[in-house]
């Protein structure tokens, strides 16, 4: 869901609010991360793919079933706008069947285009009015939209016809939860745990907000608003993120003064993307509490995707200062920010702090190597670190692609190019050994192997940076010749 961070990976980050006496946990799950694609090997500019190299010519004559099969292929992969584009393509092929559609329908919901998701699924009901598929995803369009009231009207024609998918009646349930009928809800969310044949996420979904209700039940608490609190939080613990933020503005207009509750709803603004509210609604929360480490992490959050660099270092430093744990992820996007800003010194030390104690991935030697070999010039310090990622990750042949890298930069050409042949030896169809290779076979003139590296970079990349790198000094050496 939401936007594909490309080429990065992402890691859960739980965090702890406190509420009352109670305490929430919400997970984040996009906070850039340790990545592990090959393209976190190395960390190029983004040139414009070149045109002289040999490409595969335009596909202008596939089939339907081609389209549908080349856009599965580009959804499977998160590359959304691609599979969208061969959906269309199929659809013009064959105008009358509804498989087309139905695809660019959930491809756009992926890419949150919610209006033209509806009209692709307007499209399918011309052409088949019963469609239930269909249906269904309207119902799921409208809960995005935030039109509740189609959607709860929608839900109910379906299941007043005898419908009774466990789907349909999963999203019934949180609609009568959402506008208070718990009894209702709740008898609907242990119907779908005791049915079979319910997807088994339908269920821990149910079984979340139902623990939101024996939360409640346990403390013997009889204020309805706690129950609203803890309603949202489950809400946003299952992603169903805009029946959070419906139920944390009625909270919010009895009590503007709850902090927790202003966070949470920032938190569900800042997975639908919507910064400009996520920044309001944590701007309230800090005004409540200034030195809170949640809010000011959540605010750096915010900042830095609304291309605010400067203010998000400050909010992030503040949260470090403050204690927010865990530590690492503060650090981790300090290092990001202090990269983004040119900083390289503050940002390398950034990431060789992370290095000292939090090792997880052998591509968290990545961006520290690049930074010492291309912007701070210190080759020698890039080399340690490819050492360490050896020592580190004895097993991983990308361990070995760094430390080639890295001895490319100090001019040992002899144990660089062994060790990236290791490195293609363990992982043969990875690019990025196979581009640094290529780069250092052109620092010694040897024209021929640099060309073929960077052709099989290119290949094993060519929608990727390193393949369009690789593409790119193809073409210069082409030139040359």
Same mark, same amino acid.
């Given at each position: 869901?939401?936007?594909?961070?490309?080429?990065?990976?992402?890691?859960?980050?739980?965090?702890?609010?406190?509420?009352?006496?109670?305490?929430?946990?919400?997970?984040?799950?996009?906070?850039?991360?340790?990545?592990?694609?090959?393209?976190?090997?190395?960390?190029?500019?983004?040139?414009?793919?070149?045109?002289?190299?040999?490409?595969?010519?335009?596909?202008?004559?596939?089939?339907?079933?081609?389209?549908?099969?080349?856009?599965?292929?580009?959804?499977?992969?998160?590359?959304?706008?691609?599979?969208?584009?061969?959906?269309?393509?199929?659809?013009?092929?064959?105008?009358?069947?509804?498989?087309?559609?139905?695809?660019?329908?959930?491809?756009?919901?992926?890419?949150?285009?919610?209006?033209?998701?509806?009209?692709?699924?307007?499209?399918?009901?011309?052409?088949?009015?019963?469609?239930?598929?269909?249906?269904?995803?309207?119902?799921?369009?409208?809960?995005?939209?935030?039109?509740?009231?189609?959607?709860?009207?929608?839900?109910?024609?379906?299941?007043?016809?005898?419908?009774?998918?466990?789907?349909?009646?999963?999203?019934?349930?949180?609609?009568?939860?959402?506008?208070?009928?718990?009894?209702?809800?709740?008898?609907?969310?242990?119907?779908?745990?005791?049915?079979?044949?319910?997807?088994?996420?339908?269920?821990?979904?149910?079984?979340?907000?139902?623990?939101?209700?024996?939360?409640?039940?346990?403390?013997?608490?009889?204020?309805?608003?706690?129950?609203?609190?803890?309603?949202?939080?489950?809400?946003?613990?299952?992603?169903?993120?805009?029946?959070?933020?419906?139920?944390?503005?009625?909270?919010?207009?009895?009590?503007?003064?709850?902090?927790?509750?202003?966070?949470?709803?920032?938190?569900?603004?800042?997975?639908?993307?919507?910064?400009?509210?996520?920044?309001?609604?944590?701007?309230?929360?800090?005004?409540?509490?200034?030195?809170?480490?949640?809010?000011?992490?959540?605010?750096?959050?915010?900042?830095?995707?609304?291309?605010?660099?400067?203010?998000?270092?400050?909010?992030?430093?503040?949260?470090?200062?403050?204690?927010?744990?865990?530590?690492?992820?503060?650090?981790?996007? @300090?290092?990001?920010?202090?990269?983004? $800003?040119? /900083? !390289? %010194? *503050?940002?390398? &030390?950034?990431?060789?702090?992370?290095? +000292?104690?939090?090792?997880?991935?052998?591509?968290?030697?990545?961006?520290?190597?690049?930074?010492?070999?291309?912007?701070?010039?210190?080759?020698?310090?890039?080399?340690?670190?490819?050492?360490?990622?050896?020592?580190?990750?004895?097993?991983?042949?990308?361990?070995?692609?760094? @430390?080639?890298?890295?001895?490319?930069? $100090?001019? /040992? !050409? %002899? *144990?660089?190019? &062994?060790?990236?042949?290791?490195?293609? +030896?363990?992982?043969?169809?990875?690019?990025?050994?196979?581009?640094?290779?290529?780069?250092?076979?052109?620092?010694?003139?040897?024209?021929?192997?640099?060309?073929?590296?960077?052709?099989?970079?290119?290949?094993?990349?060519?929608?990727?940076?390193?393949?369009?790198?690789?593409?790119?000094?193809?073409?210069?050496?082409?030139?040359?010749?």
């Amino acid at each position: 869901m939401k936007k594909i961070f490309a080429i990065i990976g992402a890691v859960a980050l739980a965090f702890v609010i406190a509420l009352g006496d109670q305490i929430i946990r919400i997970s984040f799950s996009d906070v850039p991360f340790f990545g592990g694609s090959s393209d976190e090997f190395i960390i190029p500019e983004k040139p414009k793919i070149p045109q002289i190299i040999v490409k595969k010519p335009e596909e202008v004559n596939l089939s339907y079933d081609e389209r549908i099969e080349k856009g599965d292929y580009y959804f499977d992969r998160g590359f959304l706008t691609y599979a969208s584009n061969e959906y269309v393509k199929a659809a013009n092929l064959e105008p009358e069947r509804t498989e087309p559609y139905l695809k660019l329908v959930q491809a756009n919901l992926e890419l949150m285009d919610y209006g033209r998701a509806r009209k692709n699924a307007e499209q399918i009901l011309e052409l088949e009015p019963n469609h239930f598929e269909t249906k269904y995803h309207l119902v799921l369009i409208s809960i995005k939209q935030s039109d509740f009231d189609q959607a709860i009207t929608r839900t109910d024609e379906l299941l007043n016809a005898g419908l009774t998918d466990a789907r349909l009646i999963y999203l019934k349930a949180i609609l009568s939860i959402a506008h208070d009928q718990h009894d209702e809800g709740k008898d609907l969310l242990k119907q779908l745990i005791a049915d079979p044949t319910a997807d088994g996420e339908l269920t821990k979904k149910a079984q979340k907000i139902l623990a939101g209700y024996e939360e409640f039940e346990f403390a013997q608490a009889a204020e309805e608003l706690y129950l609203a609190e803890l309603l949202a939080r489950s809400f946003s613990q299952i992603d169903e993120y805009e029946l959070a933020i419906f139920k944390l503005k009625e909270i919010l207009r009895d009590r503007s003064d709850l902090k927790d509750a202003w966070i949470l709803l920032g938190f569900s603004y800042l997975n639908l993307e919507k910064y400009l509210f996520a920044l309001s609604s944590f701007e309230q929360a800090y005004e409540l509490d200034s030195s809170w480490p949640a809010t000011q992490y959540f605010l750096g959050l915010t900042y830095s995707e609304l291309s605010q660099f400067d203010d998000a270092i400050i909010y992030m430093n503040y949260a470090l200062e403050n204690g927010f744990k865990p530590k690492v992820v503060v650090e981790q996007k @300090l290092a990001d920010l202090y990269l983004e $800003t040119e /900083n !390289y %010194v *503050e940002s390398v &030390k950034a990431y060789e702090e992370i290095l +000292e104690y939090n090792i997880q991935d052998v591509n968290a030697f990545v961006r520290p190597i690049w930074i010492y070999l291309d912007f701070l010039h210190e080759p020698a310090k890039a080399m340690k670190l490819g050492e360490m990622a050896v020592m580190t990750f004895p097993e991983d042949p990308m361990a070995y692609n760094l @430390l080639g890298w890295s001895q490319t930069g $100090t001019k /040992n !050409y %002899v *144990e660089a190019e &062994k060790n990236l042949l290791k490195a293609i +030896e363990g992982a043969p169809e990875v690019a990025a050994p196979h581009y640094n290779l290529a780069k250092l076979y052109e620092e010694l003139k040897k024209d021929e192997l640099a060309m073929e590296e960077y052709q099989k970079a290119y290949e094993f990349d060519q929608n990727g940076s390193i393949g369009n790198l690789a593409a790119k000094r193809f073409n210069a050496l082409m030139m040359d010749q």
